[in-house]
């Protein structure tokens, strides 16, 4: 079964750093494009960034070099650093897996596994 754990989030100051992590376990995760999404109460799941096991990664317009997605196929991890945080950046962060080959899937729609989630809140 496939399972997504996402960790490391938590309260940081504005303009401060900070890196969640996600273990994937239960999948062949080394061809599974992987990606983050967050999510804030009243609001739909966006998209963040993602990253497939092959190229280069790709990111929303709004992370303009302040968000870094990498990953680790051998050790099925996933991270997101995040720098020059502002208080909007204050989220449920969620890590996602898509099985749709290399797409630059933004819509979570498109991600068939979901870990539970981890909160960022930036304060100002």
């Known amino acids: 079964q496939v399972q997504l754990v996402e960790s490391g989030g938590g309260l940081v100051q504005a303009g401060g750093s900070l890196r969640v992590s996600c273990l994937a376990s239960g999948g062949p995760f080394t061809t599974y494009t992987m990606a983050w999404f967050r999510q804030v109460p009243g609001k739909e799941r966006e998209f963040v960034a993602g990253?497939?096991?092959?190229?280069?990664?790709f990111y929303a317009d709004f992370v303009k070099d302040r968000f870094t997605v990498s990953r680790d196929s051998g050790e099925n991890m996933v991270w997101l650093q995040m720098n020059s945080l502002k208080p909007e950046d204050s989220a449920i962060y969620y890590c996602?897996?898509?099985?749709?080959?290399?797409?630059?899937?933004?819509?979570?729609?498109?991600?068939?596994?979901w870990g539970p989630g981890t909160q960022v809140t930036v304060a100002s």
């Open positions: 990253v497939h096991w092959v190229g280069d990664p």
């Open positions: 996602a897996a898509s099985t749709d080959g290399i797409k630059l899937n933004r819509r979570a729609v498109e991600y068939r596994y």
